[in-house]
């Protein structure tokens, strides 16, 4: 591939930092859930409630505006080949003129 993958060992100490460091952000997790939990004022949850729905309904609309679109594109393709196909010469023309199928 080019390149390779080489691993550097591990001392104790950047073990410990490590575990240190994943100890406070769970830490950090725990406090903010609690903050969450302890919130007694209800308009914000409310609001962010109010949020999601909005994203989600602007979500919906493009959904729906691609899906007509793309009718669109498939009514004005099948609208296209309909045209070509009239635009054929019909059989019986075809042999008074005395031309045979092309396909």
């Known amino acids: 591939l080019g390149f390779s993958m080489r691993t550097e060992k591990s001392t104790t100490n950047?073990?410990?930092?490590?575990?240190?460091?994943?100890?406070?952000?769970?830490?950090?997790?725990?406090?903010?859930?609690?903050?969450?939990?302890?919130?007694?004022?209800?308009?914000?949850?409310?609001?962010?409630?109010?949020?999601?729905?909005?994203?989600?309904?602007?979500?919906s609309k493009v959904k729906a505006d691609r899906a007509r679109r793309k009718e669109e594109r498939k009514k004005k393709k099948r609208d296209e080949e309909a045209l070509n196909k009239d635009d054929e010469c019909d059989g019986d023309m075809a042999a008074m003129m005395g031309f045979s199928s092309f396909n």
């Not at 406090?31 to 914000?44: I, L, N």
């Open 14 to 59: 950047d073990v410990s930092k490590r575990l240190l460091a994943l100890a406070h952000l769970k830490k950090s997790s725990v406090q903010k859930d609690k903050f969450m939990k302890s919130v007694k004022d209800k308009s914000d949850i409310n609001e962010f409630e109010d949020l999601i729905k909005k994203k989600d309904d602007e979500a």
